[in-house]
Nanobody, 128 residues
Framework: EVLLVESGGGLVQAGGSLRLTCVAS????????IAWFRQAPGEEREGLAC????????NYADSVKGRFTISRDTAKNTVYLQMNSLKPEDTAVYYC?????????????????????WGRGTEVTVSS
């Protein structure tokens, strides 16, 4: 069974930091790119960052570039999202997802269309 399990969310003050963790199991980790998404209430899902599991290349959305860092530990089948300088508008449920087929980030990853495996999410709340 394919599983992606997110953790690390919580309540933090504006300007603070959180590190989200995504642990993957049930598939060959190195064969699938992993991305982080978020969805705030009443908003569309937003792709934030992607990491290639072929070479570790990363891509970021403009909204988080310079504040968020995606990384991986291939020995642990784990991807992280380090979030710094958090803002109230970062409040959302954060999801990790795995590309259905390829280990590198598609240029369209932020749409999430080719991301077949999803976790259940972890909630992040940033207070002002």
């Amino acid at each position: 069974e394919v599983l992606l399990v997110e953790s690390g969310g919580g309540l933090v003050q504006a300007g603070g930091s959180l590190r989200l963790t995504c642990v993957a199991s049930g598939f060959v980790f190195g064969h699938h790119a992993i991305a982080w998404f978020r969805q705030a209430p009443g908003e569309e899902r937003e792709g934030l960052a992607c990491i290639s599991n072929s070479d570790g290349t990363t891509n970021y959305a403009d909204s988080v570039k310079g504040r968020f860092t995606i990384s991986r530990d291939t020995a642990k089948n784990t991807v992280y999202l380090q979030m710094n300088s958090l803002k109230p508008e970062d409040t959302a449920v954060y999801y990790c997802a795995a590309d259905r087929l390829i280990p590198y980030c598609r240029s369209t990853y932020s749409l999430g269309i080719e991301y077949y495996y999803w976790g259940r999410g972890t909630e992040v709340t940033v207070s002002s």
